[in-house]
Antibody, heavy 120, light 109 residues
Framework: QVQLVQSGAEVKKPGASVKVSCKASGYTFTSYYMHWVRQAPGQGLEWMGIINPSGGSTSYAQKFQGRVTMTRDTSTSTVYMELSSLRSEDTAVYYC?????????????WGQGTLVTVSS | EIVMTQSPATLSVSPGERATLSCRASQSVSSNLAWYQQKPGQAPRLLIYGASTRATGIPARFSGSGSGTEFTLTISSLQSEDFAVYYCQQYNNWPPLFTFGPGTKVDIK
């Protein structure tokens, strides 16, 4: 069965960077795009960007341009999301979610979420 | 930038009753609208896409309607497992752009 397993919780200081991983299994890794979505405590969902695991191409939400980098490692079926210049407002649960290549709007499988806390 | 709004913010419903949730886009999104359900401590789950198509495994009591700027999610007879937060999302597949609404919490009356 399809599984997306994310890395564990992180605590970072303002100005630092964080790198969250999402390991996929149960399907052909390069056949599905991967989104990153975040959710601040008690708040709604915010789309951050998408990566094509096949070629590594990315597209980021304008809000995160210049601060986010999404990469992948096809040898381990893992995608990564790195967010830099962290501030307290980046405290959130970060989710990865997969979509079929021909239907990017179908966020059909989700990781369990990774809590990133930014605090001095 | 397309802004999504949802109403009401909270909807109190008794089990077995019908729930009607609204979502509005600041400009037309055609039928590029999805609905997600999220329970506390869990990741969201896709319910509806294309404004009215149920995702795989979603019960028939969930239905979506609308196009352009006005959309509705209806839960025909609320079950205990349906009490959750519901988000609408507009999407544009290329270039990729996905915007969620602020959510409607459905709680027990």
């Amino acid at each position: 069965q399809v599984q997306l397993v994310q890395s564990g919780a992180e605590v970072k200081k303002p100005g630092a960077s964080v790198k969250v991983s999402c390991k996929a299994s149960g399907y052909t890794f390069t056949s599905y795009y991967m989104h990153w979505v975040r959710q601040a405590p008690g708040q709604g969902l915010e789309w951050m960007g998408i990566i094509n695991p096949s070629g590594g191409s990315t597209s980021y939400a304008q809000k995160f341009q210049g601060r986010v980098t999404m990469t992948r490692d096809t040898s381990t079926s893992t995608v990564y999301m790195e967010l830099s210049s962290l501030r307290s407002e980046d405290t959130a649960v970060y989710y990865c979610a997969s979509s079929p290549k021909m239907a990017l709007h179908l966020f059909d499988y989700w990781g369990q979420g990774t809590l990133v806390t930014v605090s001095s | 930038e397309i802004v999504m709004t949802q109403s009401p913010a909270t909807l109190s419903v008794s089990p077995g009753e019908r729930a009607t949730l609204s979502c509005r886009a600041s400009q037309s999104v055609s039928s590029n609208l999805a609905w997600y359900q999220q329970k506390p401590g869990q990741a969201p789950r896709l319910l509806i896409y294309g404004a009215s198509t149920r995702a795989t495994g979603i019960p028939a009591r969930f239905s979506g309607s609308g196009s352009g700027t006005e959309f509705t999610l209806t839960i025909s007879s609320l079950q205990s497992e349906d009490f959750a937060v519901y988000y609408c999302q507009q999407y544009n597949n290329w270039p990729p752009l996905f915007t969620f609404g602020p959510g409607t919490k459905v709680d027990i009356k």
